[in-house]
């Protein structure tokens, strides 16, 4: 599963939640290829998505947060996805 974590740099934000969420996301999927996006250098993916503001986290190429979850939200969302593939 592909977890991509849209940032920009100097968001304090962005930085206070990146290894959380990645803790998270590795807790609740096994094999996690966990990407981090300056949204500067890959704003033609960005709009592509529909993000409209950061941090954003789309999974397998597809917005699943247009704003910031908690680590839990983030784990139940996974854990959904992954049983509905199963």
Not at 58 to 80: K, M, V, Y
């Amino acid at each position: 599963m592909k977890i991509e974590l849209f940032y920009s740099p100097g968001c304090t934000q962005c930085a206070a939640a990146r290894d959380g969420l990645k803790a998270a996301a590795r807790q609740a999927v096994a094999e996690v290829d966990w990407r981090e996006l300056n949204v500067l250098d890959e704003i033609d993916y960005a709009v592509e998505l529909g993000i409209l503001s950061l941090p954003a986290i789309a999974i397998d190429g597809e917005l699943a947060f247009a704003s910031l979850p908690t680590p839990r939200q983030l784990r139940t969302a996974l854990t959904q996805r992954v049983q509905r593939k199963a």
